[in-house]
């Protein structure tokens, strides 16, 4: 594959630091005040669309809240990523909660049951 090939995979990378920064102290939004991550940035193939995975620190009601204070910073975010990345088009950015981490805890919760079946 070519360097042209790998272009998606690096503007996500810049994407998801410049968003982490953003994070870190620029969005003034209460409902991000709590502890989050960027853990990965997901683009199209066509560079469109840009799906944002976030790993929020918080009740499920925090979470909830969290997303919607990102929903509505995506025009803000959006706005800055074509200044700072100096991009002609900018993605249309998506946050989704990421549930990676809890679905691996479930899944050794289950691995560790099947493995002593006297405890269950």
Same mark, same amino acid.
């Given at each position: 594959m $070519?360097i042209? =090939?790998?272009? *998606?995979?690096?503007?996500?990378?810049?994407i998801?630091?410049?968003?982490?920064?953003?994070?870190?102290?620029?969005? +003034? %939004?209460?409902r991000?005040?709590?502890?989050? %991550?960027? @853990?990965?940035?997901?683009?199209? *193939?066509?560079? +469109?669309? &840009?799906?944002?995975?976030? !790993?929020? @620190?918080? $009740?499920?009601?925090?979470? !909830?809240?969290a997303?919607?204070?990102? $929903?509505?910073? &995506? =025009?803000?975010?959006?706005?800055?990523?074509?200044?700072?990345?100096?991009m002609?088009?900018t993605?249309?950015? $998506?946050?989704?909660?990421?549930q990676?981490?809890?679905y =691996?805890?479930?899944? %050794?919760?289950?691995?560790?049951?099947a493995?002593?079946?006297? %405890?269950?």
């Amino acid at each position: 594959m $070519t360097i042209a =090939g790998h272009r *998606p995979e690096r503007i996500a990378e810049e994407i998801r630091i410049e968003v982490s920064v953003m994070l870190a102290g620029e969005l +003034k %939004d209460p409902r991000l005040a709590i502890p989050m %991550d960027i @853990t990965e940035v997901r683009m199209s *193939p066509d560079m +469109k669309h &840009a799906r944002i995975y976030v !790993n929020v @620190t918080g $009740t499920e009601s925090e979470r !909830n809240r969290a997303l919607e204070g990102l $929903t509505a910073a &995506a =025009g803000y975010v959006r706005h800055e990523l074509i200044e700072r990345l100096q991009m002609r088009r900018t993605p249309d950015i $998506t946050f989704v909660l990421d549930q990676s981490e809890e679905y =691996g805890h479930h899944i %050794d919760e289950l691995l560790r049951k099947a493995r002593s079946p006297g %405890d269950a």
